[in-house]
């Protein structure tokens, strides 16, 4: 580019006296502004597309973080159902150990009858057999064949008396067998449930776990984007300070218009001496999560801001 041929100094002077200015020096400074305005507009529409992204990245987020506590709240569930598992197991293993020590009980007992009835049974044959001897000799004795037939009768009510022990014995052995049967079918039944609720707890734990790295993942972009906001945000405001800073003033039929000029209250410095910045103690709106600040001016002379 060629060499500015205007007089700002002369300009700023004496705003209302004419200069000549090469049409090239006009076109040039002219194609410059253009060029920053589309650079402008294109990152003002980058940061509206990084916010949109950021946007979404914090809706998956907030999805990902509701999934998580579901399932947390299904694994606590889980542990609940698996702790009442296991005392339902332990109070079916005390029922077993009970009801096995009540068949041991009831075994003995059978034993025990079964030994009387072999001895009653001993007993009778010993009895038939003096009964025939008995009865040989019936023709001598009537009387004591009278006495032998009650003492049979009552021989064989005491066999009748144990045998019918021994069949109930029999019936409650047999119903404590169905009941044994009964709760080793509810034991495999529970240990079965308890080993699905300790498959599906490993699942959920390893769902769990995948989540967690998720949501490390997704703060990791957030942290990303935000970063990427700050830079196109400094780099935007870094454009329109020098848009504005370059920026020369409108041609109008009679030439320059001249601008409103800023005078430094403090020492009267003008033009190139004032810079405008923003005014971070004062919020105008917000872009999304991004604060537009109001404009200040700062004198480069004394350093007055106002």
């Given amino acids: 580019m060629s060499k500015i041929s205007i007089d700002w100094a002369l300009a700023e002077s004496k705003?209302?006296?004419?200069?000549?200015?090469?049409?090239?020096?006009?076109?040039?400074?002219?194609?410059?502004?253009?060029?920053?305005?589309?650079?402008?507009?294109?990152?003002?529409?980058?940061?509206?597309?990084v916010q949109d992204n950021l946007k979404k990245t914090s809706q998956e987020l907030m999805t990902t973080t509701n999934q998580l506590n579901s399932s947390k709240q299904e694994v606590e569930n889980t542990k609940v159902k698996v702790k009442e598992l296991e005392q339902l197991k332990s109070a079916s293993g005390s029922a077993i150990e009970k009801a096995e020590q009540t068949i041991n009980s009831l075994s003995s007992q059978v034993d025990e009858l079964t030994s009387k009835l072999e001895s009653a049974n001993n007993k009778t044959t010993e009895l038939e057999s003096k009964l025939q001897h008995k009865e040989g000799e019936l023709s001598a004795s009537k009387e004591m064949v009278g006495n032998l037939n009650s003492e049979i009768d009552s021989l064989k009510q005491k066999l009748g008396d144990v045998q019918g022990s021994n069949e109930e014995s029999q019936d409650m052995l047999n119903q404590l067998n169905l009941q044994l049967q009964d709760v080793n079918s509810k034991l495999d039944a529970s240990q079965a449930e308890n080993q699905e609720l300790k498959n599906?707890?490993?699942?959920?734990?390893n769902q769990l776990t995948q989540k967690e790295a998720q949501i490390g993942e997704l703060s990791g972009e957030i942290g990303d984007k935000e970063k990427l906001i700050e830079a196109q945000t400094a780099r935007i405001e870094e454009t329109e300070t020098e848009l504005s800073e370059l920026k020369p003033p409108e041609i109008g039929a009679g030439g320059f218009a001249a601008?409103?000029?800023?005078?430094?209250?403090?020492?009267?410095?003008?033009?190139?001496?004032?810079?405008?910045?923003?005014?971070?103690?004062?919020?105008?709106?917000?872009?999304?999560?991004i604060p537009m600040y109001a404009k200040k001016h700062v004198c480069k002379k004394c350093g007055y801001e106002f």
């Fill in 200 to 205: 599906k707890l490993e699942e959920l734990n």
């Fill in 259 to 289: 601008d409103e000029r800023v005078t430094c209250p403090m020492c009267g410095a003008v033009g190139h001496d004032i810079k405008q910045t923003e005014d971070k103690s004062k919020v105008l709106s917000y872009v999304g999560h």
């Fill in 15 to 49: 705003p209302e006296k004419s200069q000549k200015v090469e049409g090239r020096f006009l076109l040039d400074l002219r194609a410059k502004v253009n060029d920053l305005e589309q650079q402008l507009s294109e990152n003002k529409k980058e940061l509206t597309q």
